[in-house]
């Protein structure tokens, strides 16, 4: 009776499978996240962005990313990072999940109006890029001595 759940080839199992990638297909792999870690497909790389009076943060979660294949830019208060990531892969192997990112991304992050874009600075390490723009010195809020 349950001898046909547990035979894996042509089983219950793999029209699950099947209908998963299926629903992928239709509604875009991510529209079901499996995860709370997970992100909806075409966010990659994950990015957390914070503030302060002096300077605003960009982290870009990338790892395995080679930093000659990243371009940064800055244009009228838009931060665009793109570039590629390329993952290992064995040509005989059948993949029943995919879960990590390869190919070319584009993310582009609108920026308060005071970044001051000479003020920039980028690294990459351990599998995040830090992007750090510093605020304009005029924007900054500056305390009036009362006499």
């Not at 046909?4 to 699950?16: A, K």
């Not at 070319?104 to 890029?129: C, H, N, Q, S």
Request: net charge neutral.
């Amino acid at each position: 009776m349950f001898g046909s759940l547990t035979n894996f080839e042509g089983s219950l199992f793999d029209q699950f499978r099947q209908m998963e990638q299926q629903l992928d297909g239709l509604f875009g792999r991510g529209a079901l996240l499996p995860g709370i870690r997970s992100v909806v497909r075409g966010t990659f790389p994950p990015i957390n962005m914070g503030a302060t009076p002096e300077k605003v943060d960009v982290y870009l979660y990338s790892p395995g990313m080679d930093v000659k294949d990243v371009d940064v830019s800055i244009q009228q208060n838009l931060l665009t990072i793109a570039g590629s990531r390329k993952t290992p892969e064995q040509e005989n192997a059948k993949f029943y999940r995919r879960e990590r990112f390869n190919g070319e991304f584009r993310r582009v992050i609108t920026l308060p109006e005071d970044v001051d874009p000479e003020r920039v600075e980028a690294k990459y390490v351990d599998g995040i890029l830090h992007i750090a723009l510093a605020r304009r010195e005029a924007s900054k809020p500056k305390q009036i001595e009362i006499k």
